[in-house]
């Protein structure tokens, strides 16, 4: 697996901030997750969820031009939790102890046309996602839950950890997810001493902490794009999510508005 930016001059990697932005993440989503059977065709040809919205919650996309061909969201923890708690609440919960940040990464949809690009794109969305958990949100962990056929490449490559067992997941229509992990309190460390080894034939130690991926353009503090306008066009026009959500909720939500 070599690391190189070939087809990646014009190409941006950064936090979606606008309504058209964020309006093609969800598009993508929605159409991958259709695709797979982990959602059904939704009216407004998006994947909406209200969490998007709670503060310091940051939707990442790759952008070529006008095109979006990749997104992840990264899911910043709550009073009323994280996406995963649903299911793997006392496994975060463990996570949690001691007052620890934990945030999760969810929503990741990708085209075919970024595969074309750039067969490495995956690790260019993670280190975005990471250096942002980490750097900016001072994150102690972070969290995904993945099909099971996936668990083997973040145990191998991106050196995430199980944790818990196989469970059925309600938002992906009863799938199976499995529960991952990555400490980033030592997160430097374990890429250090794993891609370190001689035998490895690429290295993400100097990919994710050391070399400078120009083509990533990250805030160097929080970033804040939800207001009333934004809100009421996604949760409200485009869906009927906002009916549904507890005023403590959407209070919560308000109270972050820029």
Not at 31 to 55: E, L, T, W
Not at 81 to 97: H, Y
Request: hydrophobic share 40%; aromatic share 12%.
């Amino acid at each position: 697996m070599g690391l190189f930016e070939e087809n990646l001059a014009d190409v941006v990697f950064k936090v979606a901030e606008s309504k058209e932005e964020l309006e093609a993440a969800y598009t993508l989503v929605h159409s991958r997750y259709v695709c797979q059977s982990y959602m059904d065709k939704h009216p407004s040809g998006m994947r909406i969820k209200i969490n998007y919205a709670f503060p310091d919650t940051v939707t990442f996309i790759a952008r070529q031009g006008e095109t979006i061909f990749s997104t992840l969201t990264l899911f910043s923890d709550s009073p009323y939790g994280l996406p995963a708690d649903v299911i793997f609440k006392a496994e975060i919960d463990e996570l949690r102890n001691g007052g620890k940040k934990v945030v999760e990464v969810g929503s990741f949809a990708s085209s075919l046309q970024m595969f074309r690009l750039n067969r490495d794109m995956p690790l260019y969305m993670n280190k975005a996602m990471l250096k942002y958990a980490m750097d900016v949100l001072k994150s102690n962990d972070v969290i995904i839950t993945i099909n099971p056929r996936h668990v083997r490449a973040y145990e191998d490559v991106l050196l995430y950890e199980p944790k818990g067992e196989l469970k059925y997941y309600p938002d992906v229509k009863n799938h199976p997810a499995c529960l991952m992990h990555l400490n980033l309190d030592h997160a430097k460390e374990k890429y250090l001493k794993e891609y370190g080894r001689p035998d490895r034939k690429s290295n993400l130690f100097e990919f994710y902490f050391v070399t400078e991926t120009l083509c990533i353009k990250l805030p160097q503090e929080k970033v804040k794009v939800w207001n009333k306008t934004l809100f009421d066009y996604f949760y409200r026009e485009k869906t009927d999510i906002a009916e549904h959500t507890t005023k403590e909720i959407l209070d919560l939500i308000a109270q972050d508005f820029v």
